[in-house]
């Protein structure tokens, strides 16, 4: 019956059984690599969410002429979208090559879970690289339409 399956399939891992009856073994030297950026990754997010805490408590009748709320929202948006992008990138390109789904995408039929995963990877990438262009613009605007104009001059 897999070879039946198989020809439905072919050159590709689906219902082939050597790729179903592969073992996954936790050390190893890819697994190790994959585990490593955990260790700074979930820092990082806790730093962006208390970041993104203290934009969110700060209000907008506060007027201090040291921060910009556009600007700092912008810097924040910008450290989810790159953690969002490391996310995705992860799930795309570091955990399956670890091994760990082989047996489990070759026994299944294929299906457009895997393209969601790559959509967003590549999704939350352009959208990380987009920051950079849009946080000078943003003070571009702060510098051209300040709100304190008769301050400034």
Excluded: E
């Excluded at 592969?22 to 990082?44: E, H, Q």
């Excluded at 070759?106 to 959509?119: E, Q």
């Amino acid at each position: 019956m897999s070879s039946n399956l198989s020809s439905l399939y072919p050159n590709t891992i689906h219902f082939n059984q050597s790729y179903i009856n592969y073992k996954f073994n936790w050390i190893d030297f890819s697994v190790l690599l994959a585990i490593i950026p955990w260790f700074y990754m979930i820092p990082s997010f806790i730093v962006i969410c208390k970041i993104f805490i203290v934009y969110l408590k700060s209000s907008y009748s506060k007027t201090n002429t040291d921060v910009n709320r556009h600007v700092f929202l912008a810097i924040s948006l910008s450290q989810f979208a790159c953690f969002s992008a490391f996310f995705f990138d992860y799930f795309m390109t570091r955990l399956p090559a670890t091994g760990i789904f082989t047996s489990f995408c070759a026994s299944i039929y294929p299906n457009h879970w895997l393209k969601v995963i790559l959509f967003l990877a590549l999704y939350t990438n352009y959208l990380a690289l987009a920051f950079p262009i849009l946080l000078p613009i943003i003070r571009l605007v702060v510098v051209v339409f300040t709100k304190n104009h008769g301050k400034v001059s």
